[in-house]
């Protein structure tokens, strides 16, 4: 089955800085790859997710790379602000019938 | 986010009880999840639903049972047999038309056993 990590596990950036979030998996069936923001005691917001069959997608600050050969995909944000700071989790998942498979998280600190 | 409700927000269990977390959504969509969260912890899968009377386990199926009587709703029951129990816990739907798309979370259920 799909096997997703995350690193790092913790992430702390000066406000303002960017900062790079990197999930690899597994399962080369995977086609679609969402991201999710969780702020304490809170549920999992998604921010931004991808398809396989697109290398690159921006909003605003956030931004998620896919290499669909090296499995693996990235999330970044630029010019990070104290509400950024959060727990951020990755996924992947294949086509119909298959349940998702989460990372284990990164805890972004950003610090003013 | 909106249309995927979970009651209630915070539930204590004596040891030896069975207790039913609800989840209800208006979305229309046609697959459901459960997940167990610890402090500090990633997502865990329970159980998960692609249609109605149709269920399967998840990474951590033991002492919970599922039902889907109706498409819009999925409840969990935690059992006496599930030994650890206090966490948080998310249900979440998807739409399922032939490509996978995004989840939508419930706001989740904090249980305690006491």
């Known amino acids: 089955g799909e096997n997703v990590e995350q690193h790092p596990s913790t992430l702390s950036v000066q406000e303002g800085d960017s900062a790079v979030i990197k999930c690899t998996y597994s399962?080369?069936?995977?086609?679609?790859f969402p991201w999710y923001k969780q702020e304490l005691g809170k549920r999992p917001q998604l921010i931004i997710d991808?398809?396989?069959?697109?290398g690159e997608k921006k909003d605003q600050r956030i931004a998620v790379t896919l290499n669909k050969t090296a499995k693996h995909f990235s999330l970044h944000i630029t010019e990070t602000q104290p509400e950024d700071s959060a727990v951020y989790f990755c996924?992947?998942?294949?086509?119909?019938?298959?349940?998702?498979?989460f990372g284990p998280g990164t805890r972004l600190s950003v610090l003013p | 986010d909106g249309g995927i409700t979970q009651s209630p927000k915070y539930l204590f269990r004596k040891e030896g009880q069975n207790v039913t977390l609800s989840c209800e959504q208006n979305l229309n969509h046609d697959a459901m999840y459960w997940y167990r969260q610890d402090p500090g912890q990633g997502l865990r899968l329970i159980y998960y639903s692609q249609i109605v009377n149709d269920f399967q386990k998840g990474d951590i199926a033991e002492g919970y049972s599922v039902s889907r009587e109706k498409k819009e709703s999925f409840p969990l029951t935690v059992t006496s047999a599930q030994k650890n129990p206090t966490a948080f816990y998310l249900c979440?739907?998807?739409?399922?038309?032939?490509?996978?798309?995004?989840?939508?979370f419930g706001p989740g259920t904090r249980l305690t056993v006491l």
């Open positions: 991808i398809r396989s069959n697109v």
């Open positions: 996924a992947a998942r294949t086509s119909y019938g298959q349940n998702f498979v």
């Open positions: 979440a739907s998807s739409i399922d038309r032939g490509i996978a798309n995004e989840q939508f």
């Open positions: 399962d080369s069936a995977s086609n679609y």
